[in-house]
């Protein structure tokens, strides 16, 4: 049945690929603060950066692969104290086993349905998804975004897909099977089997707009527009992404080297709206020195808030 909303939802979009921002006008206060984590970016960045904070917007947060909503507690509490903020702590299922067993598209249906049950996010919201909660977080600005996303956040998650040369299996994770019952083939991108990862993966290469469809992919792409900002946290020490820099929508090409995004073609012919975004000061690329998992966690607290006191 949602499923049916959402391409309703899409089908509507269509008429309004070219419409404004939707975002309502906040009332807004304007900071200046001095940044120590390590900005890094498509454009120029500064340490000194001033920004504007929207009051009384909520906060949406999504767990990662093989977590739940409980492992979130203290970082949305952290975020509630710090931010001053209402943080709604998101659940999919039944947290770890359908994180991981679950397809991401069915995953992202259930996400937008729990969203929009709550009307206190209607006027919109920020948007925060760590690792594979980053990916559903922006598969729901992408394909349903009723419930308007002002700043999308991502915590060291696999936009540029994650791939493992030596694992067991690996040609098979575009099967039928591994695709409807392992979320992570969702985003198994493997460079050196491309045409498979195009026809045969259920979950990236849409999101990505890697294929163009002249229904779906113009809204995609124009809801990643409308975000006042899409902000990409990565770390060097991300044991977890390969490569970490996918945490900041970098592929593999074929000989497994590290493609910046700006180099791609994605990038490049903005099939994503990623361009236009950077293009106007919207996209922005930081690094942290904490492992995947520690982004959640009250080590990586003190780094993050020089971030996204920029944003919250």
């Not at 002002?150 to 575009?174: D, E």
């Not at 198994?188 to 026809?199: A, G, K, S």
Request: glycine share 6%; hydrophobic share 35%; charged share 15%.
């Amino acid at each position: 049945m949602f499923g049916l909303i959402k391409k309703t939802i899409l089908m509507l979009g269509v008429l309004a690929v070219n419409a404004i921002n939707p975002f309502p006008i906040f009332d807004r206060i304007t900071y200046t603060s001095t940044q120590t984590s390590t900005p890094t970016s498509t454009s120029t960045s500064t340490l000194t950066t001033t920004y504007t904070s929207y009051e009384n917007l909520p906060i949406v947060v999504l767990h990662g692969l093989e977590s739940s909503s409980q492992e979130m507690v203290p970082f949305c509490e952290w975020l509630g104290d710090t931010f001053n903020a209402t943080v709604y702590n998101m659940e999919i299922g039944d947290g770890k086993k359908t994180s991981m067993y679950t397809s991401l598209n069915d995953q992202l249906d259930e996400l937008c349905n729990s969203i929009y049950n709550i009307d206190h996010l209607s006027a919109g919201f920020h948007f925060i998804g760590i690792s594979q909660g980053g990916l559903l977080a922006r598969g729901y600005v992408e394909q349903c975004n009723l419930y308007p996303v002002k700043n999308l956040i991502t915590l060291v998650a696999p936009h540029g897909g994650i791939y493992f040369k030596h694992a067991k299996n690996s040609r098979s994770m575009y099967n039928d099977f591994f695709q409807n019952n392992l979320a992570i083939a969702g985003y198994w991108r493997n460079p050196t089997m491309l045409d498979d990862y195009l026809t045969s993966c259920s979950f990236l290469p849409a999101l990505n707009n890697e294929f163009w469809c002249d229904i779906e992919s113009p809204i995609y792409r124009n809801n990643i527009r409308n975000l006042s900002n899409f902000i990409m946290i990565w770390s060097p020490m991300d044991l977890v992404l390969h490569p970490a820099e996918s945490g900041k929508f970098s592929f593999y090409d074929a000989d497994l080297n590290v493609l910046p995004l700006e180099k791609t073609d994605l990038y490049q012919n903005d099939d994503l709206g990623l361009k236009y975004l950077d293009n106007r000061g919207r996209l922005h690329m930081y690094e942290t020195n904490c492992s995947h998992v520690d982004h959640r966690n009250p080590v990586c607290f003190a780094q993050l808030y020089d971030i996204l006191q920029c944003f919250l």
